[in-house]
């Protein structure tokens, strides 16, 4: 069972849209029910046949197995303390990164625990945080018509939490996972993400990332 924090968002809709075409039961998350509903309720009729549910962000976290965190980095702070018992001991994938947007320019912010992803760590002191699908854009998770073409680069000092990522992360057709490193290198990863919204704008497309020089 994979939930998604925030769920309800763009990136959080299209993780959770490829995990249930890939047969996984996911759980969509929201400070409102209602919109929780809504969500699911695009989803199911995306997907009729998939397992989807939904409900309040400490619901969510609780009865998933491994929680994703698509919520907008400005939430972290406020919303992570809340949810650092029902994800003690679980797989926590934290795909968020700290960007700002002024003058119609794409820039990271600074965050004091490195990263997002090491900063929810610190959040959630008892869950298995690992970083990944920062660069896979919503647009392109959200159809499902096509197909995806891009490397996930995963980051966690959870050796068996970042394998369990990777493995999950290769159930979408078209999803290479590779292992980045430990969770530090997320202070890399997210700034990039930056990088691409960027050419985004200036070319009117959807990028993503693929890694050359890797077999596999």
């Given at each position: 069972?994979?939930?998604?924090?925030?769920?309800?968002?763009?990136?959080?809709?299209?993780?959770?849209?490829?995990?249930?075409?890939?047969?996984?039961?996911?759980?969509?998350?929201?400070?409102?029910?209602?919109?929780?509903?809504?969500?699911?309720?695009?989803?199911?009729?995306?997907?009729?046949?998939?397992?989807?549910?939904?409900?309040?962000?400490?619901?969510?976290?609780?009865?998933?197995?491994?929680?994703?965190?698509?919520?907008?980095?400005?939430?972290?702070?406020?919303?992570?303390?809340?949810?650092?018992?029902?994800?003690?001991?679980?797989?926590?994938?934290?795909?968020?990164?700290?960007?700002?947007?002024?003058?119609?320019?794409?820039?990271?912010?600074?965050?004091?625990?490195?990263?997002?992803?090491e900063e929810?760590?610190?959040?959630?002191?008892?869950?298995?945080?690992?970083?990944?699908?920062?660069?896979?854009?919503?647009?392109?998770?959200?159809?499902?018509?096509?197909?995806?073409?891009?490397?996930?680069?995963?980051?966690?000092?959870?050796?068996?939490?970042?394998?369990?990522?990777?493995?999950?992360?290769?159930?979408?057709?078209?999803?290479?996972?590779?292992?980045?490193g430990g969770?530090?290198?997320?202070?890399?990863?997210?700034?990039?993400?930056?990088?691409?919204?960027?050419?985004?704008?200036?070319?009117?497309?959807?990028?993503?990332?693929?890694?050359?020089?890797?077999?596999?």
């Amino acid at each position: 069972m994979l939930g998604f924090i925030g769920g309800t968002g763009p990136e959080g809709m299209g993780l959770a849209a490829r995990f249930a075409l890939a047969g996984e039961p996911v759980l969509i998350g929201s400070r409102s029910p209602d919109r929780a509903a809504e969500a699911v309720g695009r989803l199911r009729a995306m997907l009729p046949e998939a397992q989807i549910d939904g409900g309040l962000n400490e619901e969510v976290a609780a009865r998933a197995e491994v929680v994703f965190l698509t919520i907008p980095y400005d939430g972290q702070l406020e919303l992570l303390p809340k949810l650092a018992r029902p994800t003690a001991g679980k797989v926590v994938v934290s795909t968020v990164s700290a960007l700002k947007v002024e003058r119609g320019r794409v820039f990271a912010r600074p965050v004091p625990a490195g990263s997002a992803a090491e900063e929810a760590a610190e959040l959630l002191p008892e869950a298995r945080v690992v970083g990944a699908f920062h660069h896979v854009g919503a647009h392109q998770l959200l159809d499902l018509s096509l197909r995806l073409a891009c490397d996930v680069l995963v980051a966690g000092d959870d050796r068996q939490a970042k394998e369990a990522v990777m493995a999950l992360g290769r159930k979408i057709p078209g999803i290479r996972t590779l292992d980045a490193g430990g969770l530090y290198v997320c202070r890399y990863l997210e700034p990039f993400t930056a990088v691409l919204l960027t050419l985004n704008r200036r070319y009117r497309t959807t990028t993503t990332l693929k890694i050359v020089g890797i077999d596999g």
